[in-house]
Structure formats: C-alpha cells, structure tokens
C-alpha cells in the first residue's frame, strides 16, 4: 500500500515448492521474495530478518481435527483437542506464531 493507494507487484514465479516452511526457508536464504502467512513469518519480520512488504487478501488458513466421534474418543485424543483449545483459544495468527520453530 503506497499513500496513492495500493500498488501492484509483477511476479515472475522461477520456484516452486510444496511446503510453506520450505518457501519460507528459501526466502530466509536469499532466493527471493514470497507471499506467506504473517503467522509463518512474524518472528523474521520482528528480528529484521525478513521485510514486510504489505498485506494481501489471500485464503484463510483453518487447523481441522479429523476424528471418528466423539463417543469413542481416545483419552489421547481428547487430550490433544483440549490442548488445541487452549493453545489457540481465539484462532489468531499471532497464536499460531508462538507455536512455530525456526
């Protein structure tokens, strides 16, 4: 977003990778620039690492558990799906971003 407005980057897209965390490494390392979740990336912009260029509309990104029912859940898997709530209460990329490592 520029004070005109929003500007339009052209892209020439020369890698293509099937894993956001391998994109995300890519750019780490130099080979160019990227479009990723700010929840990726927001540790690399707050340390100066990577630079923030604008925000764009993209798809929303949703966490699923898959699971038979509820009648038969695991002790395991209901421990897993109380964490999953706790962790990320209010579903923000901001909670999703503490729990990813380098």
Do not use: N
């Amino acid at each position: 977003m520029t004070s005109e407005g929003s500007a339009e980057i052209r892209v020439d897209s020369v890698l293509f990778l099937s894993s956001l965390i391998m994109v995300r490494d890519a750019v780490r390392a130099g080979v160019g620039a990227a479009r990723l979740p700010i929840s990726l990336v927001s540790h690399d912009i707050a340390d100066g690492t990577l630079q923030h260029w604008g925000d764009i509309e993209g798809s929303e990104i949703a966490l699923c558990a898959l699971y038979p029912s509820r009648r038969l859940l695991s002790a395991r898997v209901s421990a897993f799906l109380d964490f999953l709530k706790q962790a990320f209460p209010k579903g923000t990329p901001e909670e999703l971003a503490a729990y990813i490592g380098e």
